[in-house]
């Protein structure tokens, strides 16, 4: 196949003609143009953060002397998990969803983060804690499947409920096949918590147009008319070419309180 363009920096992005630039960096905005005449977009543009917050939302994610980003620990249960001194966000969804490849793509600038996967069936599924300098810590959770034993239900579901310096739970859904029976359980069970979360699509690259744009509009009414708790703006992403990328990089520096502002583009 064609090799994929290293697009993780913005640097890389701005170098790319003006439609291709946008279909990286607002892969939502990029299908506006397919709707039908009258459909309502407001919600494809309630985060659309301008050149500035992007790139102040990138520095967080880019690693140096002064400003480590680290894999903390992992942990089975609560006790375990390191104290919650910062801001945090973690990511779930089913196994197989694209999670990892997600995590690493966020942290493609800090290339020393090793972002662990424990795919073996029987090994024990952790929650994996990574800080962001003094900034925030992100959470990898483990992929939840149908046949998910109790205790591991019991130990995202402690977590979610517990940990109170949690501003957002990522919630990854299959951009290519849309809304499956667990992710149903994952929402009802956000919504029972009352706690904010966000959809984000994953693979976009692998998906048709008309395809993405079918899960789109269905997930958009889905979170429409069902929930409370989820954030009414799609976040759609290739681990593969970068898009969305950049956008989720800003909104987790946004919910973590540190882009205060966030001027429009
Ligand atoms: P996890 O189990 O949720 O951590 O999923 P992984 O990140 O390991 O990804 C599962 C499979 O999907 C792997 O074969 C990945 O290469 C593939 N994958 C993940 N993200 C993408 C993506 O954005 N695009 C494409 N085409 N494949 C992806």
């Given at each position: 196949g064609r090799a994929s363009p290293p697009l993780a920096a913005l640097s890389q992005v701005l170098r790319l003609e003006r439609s291709r630039r946008t279909a990286i960096v607002f892969p939502l905005q990029k299908l506006e143009?397919?709707?039908?005449?009258?459909?309502?977009?407001a919600r494809f543009r309630l985060f659309q953060p301008g050149l500035a917050a992007l790139q102040r939302a990138e520095a967080l994610f880019r690693s140096d002397r002064g400003h480590p980003i680290d894999y903390v620990s992992s942990a089975v249960r609560m006790d375990h998990?390191?104290?919650?001194?910062l801001p945090e966000v973690c990511f779930i969804g089913r196994s197989n969803v694209g999670k990892s490849s997600l995590i690493r793509a966020l942290f493609s600038l800090a290339p020393e983060v090793e972002v662990r996967?424990?795919?073996?069936?029987?090994h024990t599924k952790k929650m994996n804690f990574f800080k962001v300098g003094k900034y925030f810590t992100l959470v990898d959770m483990p992929g939840y499947g149908y046949r998910a034993p109790q205790d591991f239900v019991e130990m995202v579901e402690a977590y979610l409920q517990e940990?109170?310096?949690?501003?957002r739970t990522f919630l990854l859904v299959d951009g290519v096949v849309g809304l499956q029976k667990t992710d149903h359980i994952a929402v009802e069970m956000l919504e029972e918590f009352g706690i904010p979360y966000v959809m984000v699509l994953t693979k976009?690259?692998?998906?048709s147009r008309g395809l993405l744009l079918k899960n789109v509009l269905e997930i958009q009414e889905f979170v429409k008319e069902n929930?409370?708790?989820?954030?009414p703006q799609l976040f759609l992403v290739s681990?593969?070419?970068?898009?969305g990328v950049h956008l989720l990089r800003c909104f987790v520096a946004h919910v973590t309180g540190n882009l205060p502002t966030v001027e429009a583009c």
């Open positions: 143009r397919y709707l039908a005449p009258g459909t309502d977009t998990a390191p104290p919650p001194a996967v424990s795919k073996t069936p029987g940990r109170h310096n949690l501003k976009i690259d692998r998906a929930t409370q708790g989820c954030f681990s593969v070419e970068f898009s």
